[in-house]
């Protein structure tokens, strides 16, 4: 299945849609289509499988890479991603010497660019 998407920002580019693959079960073939052989039925994800926020946030993010045909996965690429946040962090710091966020804003928004240095080690 081929396909193409609009990048984020406004980039118009098309770009490949990636194929998903869901690791928790497979969608039995049908048995009246020729040359389908069945496999086992999808069995449900447990309840204890339910995926969390910060797996949600990891998913969301590798997306953002993917189509870009980059990968967190990728150590190098996981590097980068590190770099870029850890630079978000140094202007969220300045930011706040300079006065132009005020002390509470400055704690959130460092406690969610930590929480994006997680997501590599999510996925």
């Known amino acids: 299945m081929s396909g193409a998407m609009a990048g984020p920002l406004g980039d118009d580019r098309p770009r490949p849609l990636a194929r998903v693959v869901d690791l928790f079960g497979h969608r039995a073939a049908r048995e009246d289509r020729p040359g389908k052989t069945p ?19 990891a998913i969301s ?3 953002l890479f993917l189509r870009r045909d980059l990968s967190l996965s990728d150590p190098e690429t996981a590097a980068a991603f590190g770099v870029a946040i850890d ?7 300045g930011a706040l010497a300079n006065g132009q ?3 509470e804003s ?5 406690q969610q660019m930590q ?9």
């Open 39 to 57: 496999v086992a039925p999808v069995t449900p994800r447990p309840e204890s499988a339910a995926i969390t926020p910060e797996q949600r946030l």
């Open 61 to 63: 993010i590798e997306a």
């Open 87 to 93: 630079a978000v962090l140094l202007v969220l710091d």
């Open 101 to 103: 966020i005020e002390a």
């Open 106 to 110: 400055h704690q959130f928004l460092g």
């Open 115 to 123: 929480a994006l240095l997680s997501v590599p080690d999510s996925l």
